[in-house]
């Protein structure tokens, strides 16, 4: 199996010094491409593993950078619209990268896959978006959006493992995902400023008190309270013992793989999720 070395790959495309000096990207979908690799690259003498890796992970750096551009875009500041503008074209020039990688290498066929599995993410985001406008979202049905968007670039890719692990990927893939979203919202439960739209944010529109939703709807939230909220509905705690329970639920499943080196890889890929849950004081400390 080929060294595992997508990232350093893909900064000939990421690290452009107008984007570093003018704008922030996404931090890259290391835990679902590394998990493909693993999986496509056992027997991969031809190397196509590691190319199908690499384009579907700058597709979805791609979606993930458009993510950030403001779409109220109401400051005239000139750095402000540079940035937007900026995440806008790098957003797109990734996007482009993968057909070129794809159509240089004469995979046309995968370039179709790709293609129809970016227009699904963009479905299943737009009902997302829809269903959180009107504010119909539980916080378990957000977190499960968030996975289904996740997973949706990576799931066709079953279709090129082998038998035995044709069945198992799409729940490990998932598996995987929660864990990262779930280890996502633990820190933006740490920061007022990224608590609307949050799973703190659905659970406590969910379960509070009218006046509390009506706190949390406002236009411009009160950091303390909302603070407040945080504590009282034990935000953090909950999504610590969420995340302890489905890395549980993950890593019993990956041991029913049949090969130790693969095991072993998914373990590695996991260790972010088994370091965290390990500290000594991890709840104490949230």
């Known amino acids: 199996m080929n060294p595992y070395r997508i990232p350093e790959i ?7 010094d107008m984007i570093q000096a003018h704008t922030d990207l996404p931090g890259f979908p290391e835990f679902r491409t590394r998990l493909l690799f693993a999986f496509l690259g056992r027997n991969d003498a031809a190397g196509t593993g590691e190319l199908y890796a690499l384009a579907t992970s700058l597709v ?4 993930d950078t458009h993510e950030l551009v403001d779409v109220n875009n109401d400051s005239k500041e000139k750095k402000s619209a540079r940035s937007r503008q900026l995440k806008v074209l790098a ?4 996007s482009s990268r993968f057909y ?3 159509a240089q290498a004469g995979q046309i066929e995968m370039v179709k896959k790709l293609s129809s599995a970016i227009c699904e993410v963009n479905r ?3 009902n997302l978006y829809t269903l959180m406008k009107q504010l119909k979202v539980s916080a378990e049905e957000y977190v499960q959006h968030s996975v289904d968007i ?3 670039l990576f799931l066709f890719f079953s279709e090129l493992m082998e038998d035995v692990h044709r069945q198992m990927w799409p729940e490990l893939l998932t598996g995987f995902a929660r864990c990262e979203v779930l280890f996502e919202e633990i820190f933006r439960a740490e920061s007022t400023a990224d608590f609307r739209g949050s799973w703190g ?3 406590i529109m969910q379960t509070g008190s009218k006046e509390e939703r009506k706190q949390l709807s406002a236009a411009e939230p009160d950091s303390v309270k909302i603070r407040s909220l945080l504590h009282k509905y034990n935000v953090s705690s909950q999504l610590y013992q969420m995340l302890d329970h489905q890395v549980k639920q993950l890593f019993a499943k990956v041991q029913q793989l049949d090969s130790d080196k693969l095991i072993s890889e998914l ?3 996991g260790e972010p999720f088994l370091r965290y849950l390990s500290k000594p004081k991890a709840l104490e400390e949230i």
Request: charged share 15%.
């Open 60 to 63: 979805q750096l791609g979606l």
């Open 124 to 126: 299943l985001k737009m």
């Open 100 to 102: 070129h990688l794809l």
């Open 91 to 94: 957003g797109d020039y990734f």
């Open 267 to 269: 373990f590695h890929i």
């Open 201 to 203: 944010f659905w659970h």
């Open 10 to 16: 893909a900064k000939q495309y990421t690290e452009y």
């Open 150 to 152: 996740r997973t949706q």
